[in-house]
C-alpha cells in the first residue's frame, strides 16, 4: 500500500493521499484522497497504475460523535487513567472500489470525504475517469445527499425527482405514510383520524 | 426536417423485466436519446438492514434478484465472513458451490426465455425453459423449503444438510440437462428470425465494458477474459476445472451465446463436485449465527453471480446490526451503458438490447 | 448448404414433437391440474409457523416458554408474544398472547431456527386466503397451536429427530434427579 501511495506522490505532484487503515480481519485497507487532487490521481490509478475497472460507488453517513480517549498515567506510584472526550466532526464520505481486469488485481478502495453534513457536502465526481460511476454517484446523491461537482447528470435516480431529504442519512426520518396507505387498520387508522380531525 | 417523438417505454411494457421505464426520443424509428428510469421498486433494503442483525439480512437477500436467490445468500455469507474472518466448513463450500451452479444454469435457461419474450416469441421459449427450471426449482424446495426465497447460506456454512436422496436427484438434473440444452438449440440457434434480430445489434467494445464497469457475461461477450470464479477464486471453484466462454464482437448475439455456453460449463462443474462432495459438518461449529458481532472494519466481498459481479460492502462498528449495508447491484451497474448501446439503433432493437443485458429490477432497485 | 427458412422449420420440428410426444409421455404434458391435482410437496417446504404441543391439551402442552427469541430475531417483526402472569405478577414460562401477523410473515424460518425449546415449527399449509385483508391474517395463539402428531405427519424426519433429543434430555434430566435423590438418601437415614 505504502508503495502505491509513493508512486501517486510521484506520479501526480502535490496529490493529497493518506492510508487509512482497515482495523477488521478482511485487511481491505483504503486510500484517502483530497478532493482538489482527485480526479488527477484517479486517472494515474486508471492509466499508469492498471486500476481499470470501478466496481462499486457508495456513500457512508458518518454523524457527528463523541469519542472518548483513555489514558492511563502513572502518578505517584499510582495508576491513573484520564478520559478525554473528543468531538469528531460528522462527514459524508464516498468510497469506491477499484479492480485490475488487466492484472487480475484487486480490490483497491478509495475515499473522499466530505466538509461536513450540511453546505460543504461536495466532492469532484469521477465518472469522467470510470463510467460505472455515473449510475452510482447519482445514487449516492440521491440516499445521501452529496454533491458531486462535474457530473455529467446528477439528479435522484431512486426516488422521484420532486422528493425532498436524504433517506439513507442516520438522522433521516421516515414520513408519517399514512398518506399512502391505501386501507389504513389499527393504529394508522388513528393516526389519519387523528390528522383528519386536525384539519 | 422531421420532429422527434419522446415516447416512455414502461413502466408496464410486457416486455421489461420488472417494473423499469425507458423515456426514448425516436426520430423516426431509431433513437436518438433514451434515459433510463427506476426505482418503482425500491424498497431500500439497505437501510432495513441497517436497523437488524446480521442473520435477520440474509433472507432479505434472496428478494434482491429474485431470480437467483442462492447466490445472493452466498455473496452475502462470503462478505460477512470476511468481514468477521469465519472460515467456512468444507462440506458446505461443496454444498455452495453445486447450489450456486444451479442457480446459473435456472438462471441461464429463463434468460433464454425471456429474450424470446422480448423478440416476440411469446411464451413458447420460455415456457420450455420454466418446464426444465421447475427441476431445479424442486430441488432448491426439498433441500432449503422454498423455491424461491431460500435463506440457505450461513456464516460458515448452509443452514442445514442435504436431504437422503438429493444428491441422486442432482445428478439426474445434471445428467439430463445436455439433451435439453441441445433441444433448445436446435429450436433456437439456427433459427433465422432471431439471427437477423440478435446479430450485429448493439456491439460492445471490451474497454468500453470495462470502463463502463460491465461485469458477467455482457463482459466476456465483448471478448474479456474476466470470470471472477477464476479471478478471484472464492470458495473452492480453484478445485474444478471449467472453460469460461468469451465472445467476439459483443452483440446480442454474443451475449445470448455466451450464455448458453456458460450453461454447459455449469453442467460441468455440476457433476465434479457432486462427484467429489465430502462428508463433515455442513457449519462452521465456531460461527456465531444468532448474535454474531464482528469486530469493527469493513469488508468487500464479490462473487460471480449469474447476473455479473455481485458484491457486498459491509461496514461493522463491532456492534450486532451493520453500520453500512452496501449492495453492488450488476443489473444495475449493467445499465449504465444502455443508452450508449441503444443511439442509433431502432426502438425494436431497444427490447432486445435491454433483454441481452438481463436485468432484475429487484436488483437494480434494490 | 442452408435452405432459407432451414431453421425456423427445425424449431417447428421440435415444437411438433414436443405436442405429439404430451400425448404419449408425462414428461411432456406437465400442466398440474390445480386444484384437482394438488403438487406433492416436499418434506421439507415451508409455509407460515405454528407452535408445537405435547399431548392432547394445546395450553397445557405448549412447549413455548415466552422467551421472547423468535420475536427479537425476526426481521420483519411480525411475531407478537405477551408473557403471562399469575395473580401475583409474577412471570409464568407461558405466553397469553402469540400471535403472528402473516400478511406480512415472510416465511424465513429464522424463527424456527433461533427457537431453543423446539415449539415453533413451519407448516406446510398454503391455502390461507380470506376476504378481509387484516384480521383474518393474524394468526392468534388458538390458531397456531397444533399438536406433535400433526408435525410428526407433515414433517417426518424432522419431528424423530426433535422427538428422540427431547427424549434423550428428559431422560438425563431424570437420571439426574435420581442421583440426586440417592445421594440425599444416605444422610436422611444417617441423620434419623
Keep these: ?199 | 426536417m422531421s420532429s422527434t417523438i419522446d415516447i416512455s417505454l414502461g413502466p408496464q411494457h410486457p416486455s421489461t423485466h420488472g417494473v423499469f421505464r425507458m423515456n426514448v426520443t425516436l426520430d423516426g424509428e431509431t433513437v436518438t436519446r433514451l434515459q433510463p428510469v427506476f426505482g418503482y421498486l425500491h424498497r431500500n433494503h439497505e437501510k432495513i438492514a441497517e436497523s437488524n442483525s446480521w442473520l435477520a439480512a440474509m433472507p432479505y437477500t434472496d428478494r434482491l434478484d429474485y431470480i437467483c436467490p442462492l447466490t445472493n445468500n452466498w455473496a452475502y455469507a462470503l462478505a460477512v465472513e470476511k468481514l468477521a474472518g469465519i472460515e467456512v466448513a468444507e462440506r458446505a463450500e461443496y454444498i455452495r458451490v453445486i447450489t450456486a451452479e444451479l442457480t446459473r444454469l435456472q438462471n441461464h435457461i429463463a434468460f433464454l426465455g425471456f429474450i424470446l419474450g422480448d423478440m416476440g416469441a411469446w411464451g413458447t421459449a420460455l415456457m420450455y425453459a420454466f418446464r426444465e427450471r421447475e427441476k431445479i426449482l424442486d430441488l432448491f424446495e426439498s433441500l432449503t423449503g422454498a423455491r424461491m426465497m431460500c435463506n440457505y447460506m450461513r456464516f460458515g456454512g448452509c443452514r442445514c444438510d442435504l436431504p437422503a436422496g438429493w444428491l441422486e436427484a442432482a445428478r439426474q438434473v445434471a445428467d439430463g440437462f445436455p439433451a435439453f440444452l441441445d433441444e433448445m438449440e436446435a429450436l433456437l440457434t439456427g433459427n433465422e428470425i432471431l439471427l437477423a434480430r440478435l446479430q450485429g445489434v448493439a456491439p460492445l467494445a471490451a474497454d468500453r465494458a470495462i470502463n463502463g464497469g460491465m461485469s458477467g457475461p455482457v463482459l466476456r461477450a465483448s471478448g474479456v477474459d474476466y470470470d471472477i470464479r477464476k479471478a478471484d477464486a472464492y470458495g473452492i471453484y480453484s478445485r474444478f476445472a471449467f472453460r469460461v466462454p468469451r465472445g467476439s464482437v459483443g452483440d446480442c448475439y454474443d451475449r445470448f451465446m455466451i450464455r448458453v455456453l456458460e450453461a454447459r460449463e455449469s453442467v460441468a462443474i455440476l457433476k465434479q463436485a457432486i462427484a467429489s462432495i465430502p462428508d463433515g459438518p455442513v457449519v462452521n461449529p465456531k460461527a456465531k449465527q444468532r448474535g454474531l458481532r464482528p469486530p469493527a472494519g469493513e469488508a468487500y466481498g464479490r462473487i460471480e453471480g449469474p447476473k455479473g459481479e455481485l458484491g457486498f460492502y459491509l461496514i461493522s462498528t463491532g456492534g450486532d446490526r451493520p453500520y453500512r449495508f452496501r449492495i453492488r447491484p450488476p443489473s444495475l451497474i449493467n445499465l449504465t451503458l444502455l443508452e450508449e448501446l441503444c443511439l442509433g439503433t431502432k426502438i425494436a432493437d431497444v427490447m432486445v438490447i435491454l433483454g441481452s443485458i438481463d436485468i432484475v429490477l429487484g436488483e437494480v432497485d434494490r | 448448404m442452408n435452405l432459407p427458412g432451414a431453421g425456423l422449420i427445425q424449431g417447428l420440428a421440435v415444437t411438433a414433437r414436443n405436442f405429439v410426444g404430451s400425448y404419449f409421455e408425462k414428461a411432456r404434458m406437465t400442466t398440474e391440474q390445480y386444484p384437482e391435482e394438488r403438487p406433492k410437496l416436499p418434506e421439507n417446504a415451508r409455509s407460515f409457523p405454528f407452535l408445537v404441543f405435547d399431548g392432547d391439551d394445546a395450553e397445557a402442552g405448549m412447549r413455548c416458554v415466552a422467551c421472547k427469541i423468535c420475536e427479537k430475531e425476526c426481521p420483519p417483526q411480525c411475531i407478537l408474544i405477551v408473557q403471562d402472569r399469575d395473580e401475583a405478577g409474577k412471570a409464568l414460562k407461558r405466553p397469553k398472547v402469540f400471535e403472528i401477523d402473516i400478511a406480512v410473515c415472510m416465511s424465513c424460518q429464522i424463527c424456527v431456527e433461533v427457537c431453543p425449546f423446539d415449539s415453533i415449527r413451519m407448516d406446510q399449509d398454503y391455502e390461507l386466503s380470506s376476504f378481509d385483508r387484516f384480521a383474518p391474517l393474524v394468526l392468534d395463539k388458538a390458531k397456531l397451536l397444533k399438536s406433535n402428531e400433526y408435525y410428526q405427519s407433515i414433517h417426518p424426519t424432522e419431528a424423530a429427530e426433535t422427538d428422540a433429543r427431547l427424549e434423550a434430555d428428559r431422560k438425563k434430566k431424570e437420571a439426574a434427579a435420581a442421583a440426586k435423590a440417592a445421594k440425599a438418601k444416605p444422610a436422611e437415614g444417617a441423620a434419623g
Aim: net charge negative; aromatic share 8%; charged share 30%.
Design chain 1, 1 to 199: 500500500m505504502n508503495d502505491l501511495v509513493e508512486a501517486i506522490r510521484a506520479g501526480v505532484p502535490g496529490a493529497g493521499v493518506d492510508v487509512v487503515e482497515n482495523p477488521g480481519p478482511s485487511a481491505q485497507h483504503a486510500l484517502l484522497l483530497a478532493g482538489s487532487t482527485a480526479v488527477a490521481v484517479a486517472e494515474f490509478l486508471r492509466d499508469s497504475q492498471g486500476w481499470d475497472f470501478c466496481s462499486n460507488v457508495t456513500g457512508v453517513d458518518w454523524p457527528a460523535r463523541k469519542v472518548r480517549e483513555v489514558r492511563k498515567t502513572m502518578q505517584d506510584g499510582k495508576e491513573i487513567s484520564e478520559s478525554t472526550e473528543l468531538d469528531v466532526p460528522g462527514c459524508l464520505e464516498v468510497v469506491y472500489h477499484l479492480y485490475s481486469l488487466k492484472n487480475k488485481l484487486g480490490p483497491l478502495v478509495v475515499r473522499m470525504r466530505t466538509g461536513n453534513r450540511g453546505d460543504d457536502v461536495s466532492v469532484p465526481s469521477l465518472t469522467s475517469v470510470w463510467k460505472s460511476a455515473e449510475f452510482q454517484e447519482r445514487e449516492a446523491f440521491d440516499l445521501f445527499g452529496i454533491q458531486f461537482s462535474d457530473h455529467p447528470d446528477l439528479r435522484r435516480i431512486l426516488m422521484w425527482d420532486e422528493f425532498e431529504d436524504f433517506p439513507m442519512r442516520k438522522d433521516y426520518v421516515a414520513p408519517d405514510d399514512c398518506e399512502y396507505e391505501p386501507t389504513p387498520h389499527d393504529e394508522i387508522l388513528e393516526r389519519v383520524n387523528a390528522r383528519r380531525g386536525e384539519a
